[in-house]
């Protein structure tokens, strides 16, 4: 490749081999279409007999609404091999990831189509022991100074706080879990107050084992799907749109 190029790709040294600035470069522009190389391969491997779908999704999602209902278009789909797989990190659709993503965040690469499922309210919640040990919080100041429960980073109860009306001018504490799945199940175990929205915890606050600290309204970010734009309209995508936009109300304009 270097010899048709008629350039160094890469440097070979004792402790290793690297790519030199031009193979860096040149690793950039080929990488997508390796990828999609990679997963036309992969697909034409298994052939129509054996359909496939990756799906990858935001963890909490992933965990507490999409994984007890899946079974159904798994079961309308016989031969179906599903891959589901919880990340924070979005996949690049481009280069082949993923099939469809499924997150919580406006997000995309500038080639991914994108279909908006639902925009939930966003609250906080916490135990009915724990709120019997600390009191009851009338405001979202007394909101700001409790035990807060965070996911990953500090920043989205800033956001949250900040959409309620009140300006965040300190540093937020407390403990940060990996994802909205561990931040509810922390909070559920009496740790303190964490964020839900309403696809995350119905079943918690049908039994009673969460309850809401605050009547508020506030929707911050939608749950959406995304695949790659040459990708959008492959049948086995089309039915999994469908069948996961059927779980919720129709959104405007979709």
């Not at 081999?17 to 040149?26: P, S």
């Not at 690793?27 to 054996?50: K, S, W």
Request: charged share 20%.
């Amino acid at each position: 490749l270097e010899a048709e190029l008629g350039t160094r790709l890469l440097d070979v040294t004792p402790s290793g081999t690297r790519l030199t600035t031009a193979g860096q470069a040149y690793y950039r522009d080929i990488v997508a279409a390796l990828g999609m190389i990679a997963a036309a391969t992969e697909r034409a491997r298994r052939g129509p007999e054996y359909p496939s779908l990756h799906v990858a999704c935001s963890p909490g999602f992933a965990v507490r609404w999409l994984a007890p209902r899946i079974s159904s278009f798994i079961e309308a789909h016989p031969g179906l091999e599903l891959s589901l797989r919880p990340t924070t990190r979005a996949p690049d659709l481009a280069r082949g990831d993923a099939d469809v993503d499924v997150r919580y965040s406006a997000r995309g690469g500038v080639s991914d189509h994108q279909q908006v499922l639902v925009r939930p309210r966003v609250f906080p919640v916490a135990s009915p022991a724990w709120l019997e040990r600390h009191g009851p919080i009338a405001s979202v100041s007394d909101l700001a100074q409790a035990a807060l429960i965070h996911e990953e980073t500090h920043e989205y109860w800033k956001r949250w706080l900040e959409y309620a009306g009140l300006s965040v001018t300190h540093a937020l504490h407390g403990p940060r879990y990996w994802s909205a799945a561990l931040a509810l199940d922390a909070a559920r175990m009496g740790q303190g107050v964490a964020l839900a929205n309403e696809c995350l915890v119905a079943d918690e606050l049908r039994s009673g084992t969460l309850v809401e600290v605050l009547a508020t309204d506030i929707v911050i970010d939608p749950y959406a799907l995304y695949a790659h734009e040459r990708r959008w309209r492959e049948p086995l995508i089309v039915e999994f749109r469908a069948w996961l936009a059927g779980h919720f109300p129709p959104h405007p304009g979709q």
